[in-house]
């Protein structure tokens, strides 16, 4: 109720602002703010040529089980001119379009298919029943099911292929040197934030080695770039996802002590902090005492439709006529992207209408759990090969982003934290001044997520905890993301792995008993939803209908996707953390 007023005022500022550039007779131009127009860089020829090929086999295929993204993750037989060449010979209706089979031939002659550039891979760590495999898991049928679910990583593995590191101008597909893990399905390439559940499933396999290679190419794509792309795909390039590095890194060096991959590790991690502490991202705001703190915020580099979605990214905008209104919508739908919450009514003033989505206006309580983690391992880290200076220097930073996010995020009465919208009408001020009302006191997953990181003081997680119970997020097959049923995809009635994995193990390491009982209550329900709708549809899904066991997710801007990485690694990690007794029946109750 109280983000209902704060919608009506943005709204209304909005109006307010809109009404006097009218009277006073303005271009409507003026309304663009020297950052909506910059700071992009247009991306490559080829992204830009498949992004005519994903145009033009939409008119001529009709929406009808079309994908955007398959277009773009087509590769080139010959090289770009003489493929452009032929493709701009062919014959066109009126409309644009190209007849159904001139285009088929058109693709077999000169274009590879979207998966071609991947091979498939055995882990080289995989055997069928690891050594101390789930030691906890008696239940012979679980047991059973955790080995099929464990044997999926073979499923999920790939290589790029040599051709791409022979031409990489021919491929959107990024040439990384590691074999990875794929999400499954239409996500075949390695994605940032899925790899550290990825990770997670990984470990309770024993499969190190693989694990291992995953950082390396994230590593390797902070060398290129400066920060870790939203996935290895050319078109990815100007945003990142939730930063989870370090977390993956921890975890790693947790069970295997490698020094040399803290090593590799360091250096990149910090060269990501600053990513995410510097320029667009950096936010400075000023709290109710007048202390100031600096916090983050999810920017992309990219003001133009997405690569992988242009022809849906097109079609929203298509009411929005004025140019710079129009970058500044792009610019929200990819930062989006880059939350890894695409799309939720949590970063749109109006909750049914897209194009008022504000999320680099949000100053998010899950991003910025992230970095204090973040800082929190750089600095354990950094003490493992004995840099000490660092060590000091991120313990500070760690503080003081505790600090930032008690003054900004935390509610006392409400026992939860909250995003913060930054107030639209002091943009202009290189500072913010925060003001209760414009926290978005709505209710999301991510209000719970800093227990993750804040397990360290009890009398908080109780509050917390009974702030989470009495929420109306938990439901019969795990906590929902939202309680907005809006059609998009993290919203609710879905449920995301990751979601359930962060809140859960936050509970888990909070020492308290009561709090580990409601964390296996949801693991449980969760466990189950998994293996009920395995049974029946024999795939793991990238999402879940939390109101019903046995249910998988719908909504958003494609079809429900199955594999899948991050879902697998959080059945892996529960079953490690909770194991299932011989008496626990694990179908729907
Ligand atoms: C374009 O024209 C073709 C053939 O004239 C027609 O089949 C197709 O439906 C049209 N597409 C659109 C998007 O109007
Ligand atoms: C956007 O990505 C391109 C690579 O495709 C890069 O050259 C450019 O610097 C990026 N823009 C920013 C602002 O990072
Ligand atoms: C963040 O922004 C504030 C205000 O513009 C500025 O004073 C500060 O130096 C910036 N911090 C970083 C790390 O860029
Ligand atoms: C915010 O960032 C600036 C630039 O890095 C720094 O000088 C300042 O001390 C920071 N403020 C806080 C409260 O950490
Ligand atoms: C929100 O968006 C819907 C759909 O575009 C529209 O009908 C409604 O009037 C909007 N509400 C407000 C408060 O602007
Ligand atoms: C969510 O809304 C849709 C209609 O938009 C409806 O079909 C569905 O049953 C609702 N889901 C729940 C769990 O309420
Ligand atoms: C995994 O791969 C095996 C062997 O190719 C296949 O039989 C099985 O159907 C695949 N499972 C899924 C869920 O794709």
Request: negative net charge; proline residues 5%.
């Amino acid at each position: 109720m109280a983000s209902f007023q704060l919608r009506k005022l943005v709204n209304f500022s909005v109006f307010v602002f809109l009404t006097a550039a009218m009277v006073v007779g303005e271009e409507p131009a003026h309304l663009c703010k020297r950052t909506d127009h910059g700071p992009v860089v247009p991306t490559t020829p080829l992204v830009i040529f498949l992004e005519t090929i994903q145009e033009t086999a939409y008119k001529t295929f009709g929406p009808l089980k079309f994908d955007p993204k398959f277009y773009v993750d087509l590769s080139l037989k010959f090289d770009l001119p003489i493929v452009k060449q032929a493709f701009t010979d062919l014959p066109r209706t009126v409309n644009g379009s190209v007849s159904v089979s001139d285009f088929n031939d058109f693709l077999t002659k000169f274009m590879n298919g979207a998966e071609a550039d991947l091979d498939y891979v055995k882990p080289i760590d995989f055997v069928d029943k690891p050594e101390g495999f789930l030691p906890k898991v008696v239940h012979q049928g679980v047991r059973n099911w955790a080995l099929e679910v464990h044997s999926l990583w073979k499923n999920l593995s790939r290589k790029v292929s040599d051709q791409v590191l022979e031409h990489p101008e021919l491929h959107t597909l990024l040439p990384l040197k590691h074999p990875v893990i794929i999400p499954g399905s239409r996500f075949h390439e390695v994605y940032y934030w899925d790899s550290y559940w990825v990770i997670r499933g990984l470990i309770a396999s024993k499969m190190y080695e693989t694990a291992k290679g995953i950082i390396f190419n994230l590593i390797d794509l902070i060398d290129t770039y400066g920060y870790v792309l939203n996935g290895a795909r050319a078109y990815y390039t100007n945003r990142s996802q939730p930063p989870l590095l370090s977390s993956m890194v921890i975890e790693v060096y947790k069970q295997t002590n490698d020094m040399d991959l803290v090593k590799k590790a360091l250096p990149a991690l910090i060269k990501e902090h600053k990513f995410w502490n510097s320029g667009v991202h950096n936010v400075t705001i000023k709290d109710a005492q007048g202390s100031t703190h600096n916090l983050s915020r999810y920017y992309a580099m990219w003001n133009r439709p997405r690569p992988e979605s242009f022809t849906i990214d097109t079609e929203t905008a298509i009411n929005i006529l004025n140019d710079c209104e129009k970058e500044k919508l792009y610019r929200e739908i990819a930062s989006t992207a880059e939350t890894g919450w695409d799309f939720s009514t949590r970063w749109m003033k109006n909750t049914s209408d897209l194009t008022t989505l504000s999320t680099t206006m949000i100053l998010p309580v899950d991003l910025n759990t992230f970095i204090l983690k973040m800082e929190l391992d750089i600095s354990f880290l950094a003490k493992v090969v004995g840099e000490s200076s660092h060590v000091l220097h991120f313990n500070e930073a760690s503080k003081a982003r505790k600090k930032a996010m008690d003054a900004i995020f935390w509610n006392e009465e409400k026992g939860q934290w909250f995003d913060y919208w930054l107030d639209p009408d002091s943009n202009h001020k290189d500072v913010y001044t925060w003001d209760a009302k414009f926290q978005n006191q709505d209710l999301f997953a991510s209000n719970f997520i800093p227990l993750w990181v804040r397990f360290q003081d009890e009398n908080l997680v109780k509050k917390v905890k009974q702030s989470l119970e009495s929420s109306g997020l938990v439901h019969a097959a795990g906590i929902a993301t939202s309680l907005t049923n809006s059609t998009q995809q993290w919203d609710f009635p879905n449920g995301w792995a990751p979601v359930q994995h962060m809140i859960v193990e936050g509970l888990v390491r909070s020492g308290s008993e009561e709090a580990r009982l409601l964390a296996k209550d949801i693991a449980i329900r969760w466990i189950r939803t998994n293996y009920v709708t395995y049974k029946k549809l024999k795939v793991m899904h990238e999402k879940y209908d939390v109101s019903k066991c046995g249910e998988f997710g719908g909504g958003g801007e494609y079809v429900p996707q199955t594999g899948f990485g991050w879902s697998n690694g959080v059945v892996l990690a529960f079953l490690e953390e909770f194991g299932w007794p011989e008496d626990l029946d694990p179908h729907c109750q």
